[in-house]
């Protein structure tokens, strides 16, 4: 079968972008107006995954755009390949170089007229299958540009492989906080980035006044600045707090009647920045300061830092905290020598072991919100990264129909995320995940029925950089990621 000296697979490449055309023009009809909402959501997701499959084949063009020296042939130099399809396929200059960075990471490699694996393979693997989207691949290549080479071949092999299972359950946005985990234990002694490095770097300046007398501000924090910086502003920077502009709000949260912060938070109007201004200028005022911040959801403004017995003993690793952050834990010992201890014990699912309330009480105390802040880190809906500092306590079962104040019916939502749940299709619910599920013990939410039909429960877990990574060091082992190219 040929047409105009082309081989039969030509044709077949013709005919089947003739077919996807097609079925484009389909797709631009009315078709999608006749589905139910569950048809719907369900083509949805299936057309997403197409177009994800379909951005791999744009690292095989550039590969074939390179391999038959199509620039050179137009008079450009062989690098040129980015101007090469700015020009073919009218592109803008941005997209023509992302899409040769693309293919540099994650398309086919030429080496002694023999094709390989791609940089990435694993990434790439996972991005034909249609499991994750451009904006993935993309986080995932800066994230390994940033591990530096002097990293073993196999550390760097794992490190993309947790990245690319991690990006097949996560968002692009989240991938970051599971990037800057690696980095964490592909240098627990601060042998790639030292303490030394991070001390050199620490600043804060200030520039000249301007004529309206502002003055800007630049900072580069230590872990541990961030760390004690950070529950000052989870405490005054939160909405309707030290605003100056309103004469109603409250400068400090110990004994603050909750419907009067409520009414001044819907009275603010000012950005993050301007509150975490303010906040500041609060705490710097002489009748404030650390000893005058009273509590906040429950517990006293403290910096808030968990680590794991293992890291405590061999002295290396990072610590998380109730912000979100991770502070090396050479640091986070000199806090600790300061501190207070906590100790949680939790049982092998992760989940802290029974802390119940003696007496019937709604509200939870401050050993269970100390509990929750170690065990979940954050709000537990799937895909939020809001952390603890920002949660309420939630009860699983509802208090109101006999749900006890136990550590077991407890979880952390976030007040956006506590707001969705309630009963029926429409709304979110959150279950205990059974004894038998891959995450038995922890919280699950289950999406209404637009999300997603089948309603299966799902847990959160951004919040567990380390969990998450050990899960797919399992399918590294067992060597269980898709074959690059399956037939």
């Known amino acids: ?38 048809d719907f959501v369900a083509a949805m997701q299936e057309w997403e995954t197409a177009k994800r499959r379909m951005a791999a084949v744009d690292h095989l063009v550039v590969g074939q755009v390179k391999a038959r020296n199509l ?25 023509a170089r992302a899409r040769v960075g693309a293919a540099e990471w994650f398309g086919p490699r030429q080496e002694a007229g023999q094709i390989l694996e791609p940089e990435l393979a694993w990434t790439a693997a996972v991005q034909e299958q249609g499991l994750i989207s451009s904006d ?16 073993d071949p196999v550390q760097r092999f794992r490190a993309e492989a947790h990245l690319a299972v991690a990006a097949t359950t996560l968002t692009p946005d989240q991938l970051p906080t599971i990037g800057d985990r690696i980095l964490g234990y592909l240098d627990p002694d601060g042998t ?53 502009e309103d004469p109603e709000s409250p400068w400090r949260a110990e004994g603050i009647d909750l419907e009067t912060l409520k009414a001044a938070a819907r009275r603010d109007n000012r950005s993050a920045a301007q ?37 405590v003993e061999a002295a290396a690793g990072v610590a998380t905290t109730a912000t979100g952050g991770t502070v090396p834990l050479e640091e986070a010992l000199v806090l600790a020598q300061q501190a207070k201890p906590y100790l949680a014990i939790f049982d ?13 009480h709604r509200l939870a105390n401050s050993a269970q919100r100390m509990a929750l802040i170690a065990a979940e880190r954050g709000c537990t809906r799937p895909g ?38 309630g009963e029926g299709p429409t709304k979110w619910q959150t279950v205990v995940m059974p004894t038998d ?35 797919s060091l399992t399918k590294i082992r067992e060597r269980s990621r898709p074959r690059w190219r399956a037939a």
């Open 384 to 421: 939020c990264n809001a952390p603890a500092t920002l949660c309420a306590v939630h009860h699983v079962t509802d208090f109101a129909k006999g749900g006890p104040t136990d550590i077991e019916n407890l979880t952390l939502a976030c007040d956006s995320c506590h707001s969705l749940i």
């Open 192 to 244: 790639l980035l030292s303490e030394a490095d991070r001390m050199a770097r620490r600043g804060v300046s200030f520039g000249k006044p301007g004529v309206d007398g502002m003055s800007p501000m630049t900072a580069l924090l230590t872990p541990m600045a961030r760390a004690l910086l950070d529950p000052i502003f989870a405490d005054l920077a939160q909405p309707g707090m030290c605003n100056p």
């Open 348 to 360: 092998h699912h992760g989940r802290p072991l029974h802390l119940g309330h003696t007496k019937k």
């Open 136 to 151: 993935h691949t993309r986080t995932i290549g800066k994230i390994m540009a940033r591990i530096p080479a002097k990293v």
């Open 275 to 311: 509150r975490q201004h303010d906040a500041l200028v609060a705490f710097l005022r002489p009748e404030m300061g650390p000893a005058n911040l009273g509590q906040h959801r429950g517990l006293p403004v403290s910096t808030i830092i968990t680590m794991s017995l293992a890291e």
């Open 71 to 95: 620039p050179e042939k137009a008079g450009w130099r062989a690098q040129h390949t980015a101007k090469y399809l700015q020009q073919t396929l009218r592109l803008s200059n941005g997209e």
């Open 1 to 38: 079968m040929t047409r105009g000296g082309e081989t039969f697979e030509s044709v077949t490449i013709a005919e089947a972008i003739a077919a996807m055309s097609k079925a484009t023009d389909t797709l631009l009809g009315d078709c999608l107006d006749s589905l139910s909402d569950q």
């Open 437 to 471: 599920s891959e995450h038995a013990g922890r919280i699950g939410w289950i999406a209404p029925t637009s999300i997603d039909p089948t309603r299966t429960p799902q847990v959160n877990e951004i919040h567990h950089a380390g969990e998450l990574m050990a899960a």
